[in-house]
């Protein structure tokens, strides 16, 4: 069984007992063994146990029920979010709009006010006067489709939206960069089009609409 070797003492014990856990270990649902056992196990004291325990538990890998034990809540813990966007390529930020947008798109369709309907339209009206610089255009653009984001009326599309902007916008800047042509005519209708769908609430039209814009994107990269 692997020692700790030097401090903190809490944290390489959670590193421990996450290896564990993602080896098979002990699977989804199951109880740990008891700070007893698992002390000896990891060369450490039961308080270190218990602090490696807390760590994991913040990271939602382990949950601790009151006079149940200590039981394993998912097979890894996430990284952060922020170091997953920064590593993510062009490819994959698409990807994610087409999984989050393509659905915002049909609930919009389906739950647009005519507040939302207006704040969409100023979008695009703003879209369109900014087809000449990339980092205005980009700026406009985003601001258009988290308009559709928002109008689907559910918090954590929006939250999800939010949390990779300014991923999305680093990465529609740089696609944006290696095609050399952007802002078209065609390009601005597709959009048009998509809030048409919306305004008009045709949940399926607003859906491929928004699949098949960044879809377009993403076939133009691979």
């Known amino acids: ?80 979010w922020d170091v997953v966007l920064r590593r993510a390529g062009i490819v994959s930020v698409i990807e994610a709009r087409i999984a989050i947008e393509t659905e915002a798109a049909a609930l919009a369709a389906a739950r647009r006010t005519p507040a939302d309907l207006r704040a969409i339209r100023r979008a695009l009206a703003q879209r369109a006067e900014h087809r000449s610089d990339i980092e205005s255009h980009v700026d406009a653009d985003t601001a258009f489709h988290r308009a559709i984001v928002a109008a689907a009326h559910n918090p954590v599309l929006i939250e999800l939206f939010d949390s990779f902007t300014p991923r999305l916008r680093e990465a529609m800047i740089d696609m944006l960069r290696i095609r050399k042509e952007f802002g078209s005519d065609a390009d601005h209708a597709a959009h048009t089009e998509l809030a048409d769908a919306i305004a008009d609430r045709e949940e399926t039209a607003a859906a491929e609409r928004s699949r098949t814009h960044l879809l377009t994107l993403r076939e133009g990269l691979t």
């Open 1 to 80: 069984m692997a020692q700790l070797r030097r401090a903190p003492l809490a944290d390489q014990a959670a590193e421990l007992l996450l290896e564990r856990i993602r080896s098979g270990e002990w699977g989804l649902g199951e109880k740990l063994p008891g700070e007893t056992s698992l002390a000896p196990q990891l060369g450490v004291g039961r308080s270190t146990v218990r602090e490696a325990i807390r760590q994991l538990a913040g990271r939602g890998v382990l949950a601790s029920r009151q006079g149940a034990g200590v039981f394993v809540t998912a097979l890894d813990a996430p990284e952060d």
